[in-house]
């Protein structure tokens, strides 16, 4: 099959199996000819999330970068004759074989991580192979969890609180900039968002991996966060995705709790605004970060997701001087919200118009990087070649 991206909107609804291999292993790479300390690092490592965007390349940091062994859970469609599978699931097949292929144990886990089925399974895995595990990574982002205890399915909202919200946006299709109206959320709506995209999952595994007394002396866990400033605030950070988001950090301070006894730490980690599947469905931030990147690739201050895992892990996670703030969050987004860089990229958003946003954003690495998550768009791939999108993978 020859296969061509099909854009709808946000959504790319196709993936190419050479281009998603191509992408894993620049990142691995990367992480190869980056430097990272003797010393302390990871040895068993649980990424939840594991597939795309910011856990991928956890999962990439923690194997390529310290040898350590993972077990990566994400939820990802394979291909079959007919129709490509997701980016996720190719990115998780490419990683494996370049893991096994360098002797590094590398097990993945498709399907819901929500449910108590997969903790169990998981569980049992790391029980029989692994031992214990050192480092709990939690990257999922997801639009909906059945809550494993109830049966209930909650549904996240991308909503402001209090007040609806007008803003400029950018239509990535069309390279128009207009206006987008966001509605305030119900509080059923906040609740349901925080019970997708709060801590209480991030707990229930920590809590399941205690329970089989599976985790190490001094194990680390860590979930992801943006924090942003005044641009996206009134849509993410103080809406009803900021909401869900806070409530990780009232988690971290409960996990704290129960890791103290065997000298653990749970903090969660504010990383820098970037394409992802995940990112690039959030109103504004398509245009927030066109202006952001044109910014910072001209101070040469512009990371990926693997840049800033690699900062995670050398300037966080296994720094003996960590980077924390006053809420004990560990910070990797401080180039981002460096207040001068802030103070330009707000000129730039009062400035921008569809007669503009070319010269004045950087649009076309925004759309780069959107068609590269799909694996399109890779320099070194021959996108007129015959592809099979059945890629034949055992995962759990
Ligand atoms: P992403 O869409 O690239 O990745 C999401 C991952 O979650 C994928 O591996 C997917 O398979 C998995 N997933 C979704 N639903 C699942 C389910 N039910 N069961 C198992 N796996 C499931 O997203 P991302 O942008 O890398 O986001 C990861 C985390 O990083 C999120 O917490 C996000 O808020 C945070 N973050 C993102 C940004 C950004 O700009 N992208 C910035 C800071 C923090």
């Known amino acids: 099959m020859i296969i061509k991206p099909r854009v709808r909107g946000f959504i790319c609804t196709n993936a190419h199996p050479t281009g998603c291999a ?13 430097a990272i300390p003797a010393g ?10 594991a597939s795309t965007g910011y856990g991928l390349a956890t999962r990439i940091t923690a194997a390529f970068g310290y040898g350590a062994n993972t077990l990566g859970v994400f939820y990802e469609k394979p291909g079959s004759e007919k129709r490509t599978g997701t980016a996720g699931f190719y990115n998780a097949a490419a ?6 292929a360098e002797g590094l144990y590398a097990k993945s886990f498709n399907g819901d991580a929500f449910s108590d089925e ?24 997801s639009p909906k969890r059945t809550d494993p205890k ?47 995209m709060g801590g209480e999952d991030w707990a229930m595994w920590l809590q399941a991996l205690a329970a089989a007394d599976l985790l190490a002396e001094g194990a680390q866990t860590t979930a ?7 641009i996206t605030w009134p ?19 409960e996990l704290n709790k129960q890791l103290a006894p065997i000298q653990g730490e749970a903090r969660v980690a504010v990383l820098k605004a970037l394409v992802t599947q995940a990112s690039s469905a959030i109103p504004v931030m398509p245009l927030y970060m066109s202006i952001l990147f044109k910014l910072m690739k001209a ?27 006053d809420a004990n969050r560990l910070r990797m987004d401080e180039k981002e919200l460096d207040p001068q860089l802030q103070a330009e990229v707000e000129s730039v958003w009062s400035q921008v118009t569809t007669e503009n946003v070319e010269e004045m954003t950087d649009i076309a690495g925004y759309n780069a990087d959107f068609l590269k998550l799909f694996g399109f768009g890779v320099s070194t791939v021959d996108y007129d070649a015959d592809v099979s999108p059945l890629v034949l993978v055992d995962f759990e």
Do not use: W
Not at 224 to 230: A, E, F, N, R, S
Not at 303 to 325: A, H, K
């Open 22 to 34: 191509a992408n894993v292993q620049e990142q691995i790479d990367y992480i190869r000819g980056s």
């Open 95 to 100: 990683f494996e074989e370049k893991a096994k």
């Open 299 to 325: 101070q040469g201050t512009h990371e990926g997701c693997i840049e800033q895992t690699q900062r995670l892990f050398t300037e966080g996670l296994y720094s003996e001087t960590p980077r924390v703030d």
């Open 118 to 141: 997969m903790k169990d399974r998981v569980v049992e895995t790391i029980k029989a192979e692994m031992g214990k595990i050192d480092l709990v990574v939690y990257s999922l982002a």
């Open 40 to 49: 302390r690092g990871p040895e068993n490592v649980l990424i939840i999330g």
């Open 150 to 196: 109830t049966g209930v399915l909650h549904s996240s909202v991308l909503k402001t609180i209090g007040k609806s919200y007008t803003a400029k946006n950018l239509n990535t299709d069309t390279l128009q900039v207009g206006e987008v109206t966001i509605d305030p959320a119900t509080d059923e709506e906040i609740e349901a968002t925080v019970k997708v």
């Open 235 to 253: 849509i993410y950070g103080h809406a009803t995705i900021g909401r869900a988001k806070e409530d990780l950090d009232r988690t971290a301070s």
């Open 224 to 230: 992801y966060t943006y924090l942003g400033d005044k």
